[in-house]
């Protein structure tokens, strides 16, 4: 369950290496949270800081992930690197999509042009997940929508999309259609990175008209008066959910095809879109 004091992806699991001088290689942040990640396709998600903890990457750098086998220790495969912005121009994470076989401790590493390379660090690839991923059945909770409650009483975004509180996530699974629901707290993430996925949400919505999209705030006591009195929401519980923000992908039969942990950008969504609503 999401945990307020230690929400957000990057405070979830923080494996460093190289913290040395000037000429050290980075620090590498694998931001993904525990017990998220198992055997198929994994999305990996790895930030780099210098040795003051100042974020590292840009997208005009090449990068490549080099993944090792939990048993030999020897390379298994290496896949290109995407960067991504998280907050625009401030500081973003390298994504990789690479495909493991088993469970275990694969060791990771991030290879950037002009950096040196940091040595390998453990990602434990679990036997089960914790949260649902794509081939589970997505679990049809209640959230609340507009005709239920005023915008402001069931969503912390200033600039709210109307869209995203037409219908409960229980009354569109299954229905048919694909769904995009997406955890977010714009006002309480301590990720800093749900407002600009939501952002992300809305450009996509904008392209596709026959797809139902659901924010589900994470929080439910809006007007709290401290974040430590703040509530999860029953569907954050519900979906077992480690932090913040999530995006999930849906098919018409209410199963999970993609799921998104921290940040995604808008094309990698579009695409998960267009293959689920097929």
Not at 170 to 197: E, K, N, R
Request: charged letters at 15%; one cysteine or more.
């Amino acid at each position: 369950m999401l945990v307020r004091k230690v929400a957000g992806i990057a405070s979830l699991l923080l494996i460093l290496a190289g913290c040395g001088g000037a000429e050290s290689a980075p620090i590498m942040v694998i931001a993904n949270s525990p017990g998220t990640l198992v055997p198929g396709e994994i999305r990996l998600l790895i930030g780099l800081l210098d040795a003051e903890g100042a974020p590292l990457g840009e997208s005009e750098l090449s990068a490549t992930l080099e993944l090792y086998d939990p048993q030999t220790g020897e390379l298994a495969t290496s896949r290109p690197a995407e960067f991504l912005w998280t907050i625009p121009d401030v500081r973003g994470l390298y994504v990789a999509r690479v495909h493991v076989d088993r469970p275990g401790v694969w060791g990771v590493a991030l290879a950037v042009d002009g950096m040196r390379t940091p040595d390998p660090v453990g990602v434990e690839v679990a036997s089960t997940a914790i949260v649902p991923v794509p081939g589970d059945l997505a679990p049809a909770s209640v959230t609340p929508t507009a005709a239920q409650f005023a915008l402001e009483e069931i969503s912390s975004d200033p600039t709210p999309n109307p869209r995203f509180y037409e219908h409960s996530l229980s009354g569109v699974l299954g229905s048919g259609s694909a769904v995009v629901a997406v955890f977010s707290t714009p006002a309480f993430c301590a990720s800093a990175t749900c407002g600009p996925t939501l952002d992300v949400v809305d450009e996509a919505a904008s392209r596709f008209g026959d797809v139902d999209f659901i924010h589900i705030e994470v929080y439910t006591n809006l007007d709290a008066a401290s974040f430590d009195e703040l509530e999860l929401a029953p569907a954050v519980t519900e979906w077992g959910l480690p932090s913040e923000p999530w995006v999930f992908v849906m098919d018409g039969n209410g199963v999970v095809s993609a799921a998104f942990e921290g940040a995604l950008g808008t094309e990698e969504l579009v695409e998960a879109i267009q293959m689920s609503n097929r």
